[in-house]
């Protein structure tokens, strides 16, 4: 008999969850306040988030910058804190490895950070200076690299497997830049083509010559600064000769507008996650910086500031937590801190607690 009770009620509650979960036909929308993880004194160059909620940071002046990472408990610097040492752009994926690029003033490398030990993946002479890295959950690298003999700038590949890092468009007779890889091996990439257009591309990572252009740019606008998620959805921005906005393309959609603005405002340095919701800074120059997200088809504002205090350098999660730092001035000293905006728990989450008390409760009937 108690079998049969613990049977039907684990199937109400997994209906309940069903249920819960089909009546959202869309993410959530409704965050937690922001709270602050880390306050520097110096600048914060770049921020990452992954989906286990670990975070990375640059942060330093021009004579040195240290890698910083948060893993949902404690903050710690991850590169030595030498001088005249840059440590810059850590990127991060959901194996926790993390990578950065590297430079002492001779050589600009890609460094590899996982379970606490670091190692160099690109291995420079010097030759090539290795650029801004990303990491996918093959752990594939994808950076730049730029010869300094013809100064030509590649997109290069490092797997695993990989003794060294594989140059992808040494073929090509445009400069490549910004490149971002997803976890089905897509990168997306800016490049000034050879009549000078800036356009966006798009290819597998093992298959690079037949690439997509997915702007078509003949007007001379400039395209720049990609992300695209898993669902091949590709998102960057647009400077149109007047205004910065923000574009994304698909295989169903094309490409389509996400901002439109006039004036001095300017869209700027987008990412995307696995829901199609895209982050991005928005300003009216000189006077105004906010971030906000495009979610669901609506623009939600998440800051609105006043000067000094700014917002930009985003980066969000496919749980949707949104990453964003924050420059504001304090008793007279100026801060850069990572600050974290957290949904609201899902109503699922709270049926699945209830169903876990009602078989503890049965269970303590059983007992008694």
């Known amino acids: 008999?108690?079998?049969?009770?613990?049977?039907?009620?684990?199937?109400?509650?997994?209906?309940?969850s069903l249920a819960c979960l089909q009546a959202r036909s869309q993410p959530p929308t409704v965050f937690l306040p922001p709270r602050v993880i880390y306050r520097h004194t110096s600048p914060i160059q770049?921020?990452?988030?992954?989906?286990n909620g670990w975070i990375v940071w640059s942060e330093g002046g021009p004579t040195r910058s240290d890698v910083w990472l948060y893993d949902g408990s404690q903050v710690r610097r991850l590169s030595g804190g030498e001088p005249r040492r840059q440590n810059t752009?850590?990127?991060?994926?959901?194996?926790?490895?993390?990578?950065?690029?590297?430079?002492?003033?001779?050589?600009?490398?890609?460094?590899?950070?996982?379970?606490?030990?670091?190692?160099?993946?690109?291995?420079?002479?010097?030759?090539?200076?290795?650029?801004?890295?990303?990491?996918?959950?093959?752990?594939?690298?994808v950076t730049t690299g730029t010869d300094l003999a013809t100064g030509n700038q590649d997109i290069y590949l490092w797997k695993p497997s990989d003794s060294e890092p594989a140059n992808l468009t040494s073929w090509a007779n445009f400069d490549s830049?910004?490149?971002?890889?997803?976890?089905?091996?897509?990168?997306?990439?800016?490049?000034?083509?050879?009549?000078?257009?800036?356009?966006?591309y798009?290819?597998?990572?093992?298959?690079?010559?037949?690439?997509?252009?997915?702007?078509?740019?003949?007007?001379?606008?400039?395209?720049?600064?990609?992300?695209?998620?898993?669902?091949?959805?590709?998102?960057w921005m647009h400077h149109n000769g007047s205004n910065w906005n923000i574009e994304l393309w698909s295989e169903a959609?094309?490409?389509?507008?996400?901002?439109n603005n006039t004036g001095n405002a300017a869209s700027m340095f987008p990412a995307i996650n696995e829901w199609g919701w895209v982050f991005y800074e928005q300003a009216i120059l000189f006077r105004?910086?906010?971030?906000?997200?495009?979610?669901?088809?609506?623009?939600?504002?998440?800051?609105?500031?006043?000067?000094?205090?700014?917002?930009?350098?985003?980066?969000?999660?496919?749980?949707?937590?949104?990453?964003?730092?924050?420059?504001?001035?304090?008793?007279?000293?100026?801060?850069?801190?990572i600050t974290l905006?957290?949904?609201?728990p899902e109503p699922a989450t709270g049926v699945v607690l209830l169903s876990g008390l009602g078989l503890l409760a049965l269970r303590r009937r059983k007992r008694g």
């Open 1 to 16: 008999m108690l079998t049969w009770r613990y049977a039907v009620a684990g199937g109400l509650m997994v209906l309940l």
């Open 46 to 51: 770049s921020v990452h988030i992954n989906n």
């Open 89 to 141: 752009f850590p990127r991060l994926n959901n194996l926790n490895q993390i990578v950065w690029r590297f430079d002492n003033g001779e050589i600009s490398d890609v460094v590899l950070w996982e379970s606490g030990i670091l190692r160099n993946i690109t291995r420079s002479d010097g030759s090539v200076q290795f650029g801004a890295p990303d990491i996918n959950d093959m752990g594939w690298v």
């Open 177 to 200: 830049q910004n490149p971002r890889i997803n976890n089905r091996g897509e990168i997306a990439w800016n490049a000034v083509d050879a009549d000078a257009n800036p356009q966006i």
């Open 202 to 235: 798009l290819a597998h990572a093992d298959d690079m010559e037949n690439y997509r252009n997915l702007t078509d740019n003949t007007t001379g606008d400039d395209y720049s600064s990609p992300d695209l998620n898993d669902n091949g959805q590709v998102v």
């Open 253 to 259: 959609t094309g490409v389509v507008a996400l901002t």
């Open 288 to 337: 105004k910086y906010d971030v906000h997200l495009f979610a669901n088809g609506t623009v939600l504002p998440i800051t609105n500031n006043t000067d000094p205090t700014r917002s930009f350098r985003v980066a969000l999660n496919d749980r949707g937590e949104l990453v964003w730092v924050t420059r504001e001035d304090i008793g007279g000293v100026r801060y850069w801190s």
């Open 341 to 344: 905006m957290q949904p609201v």
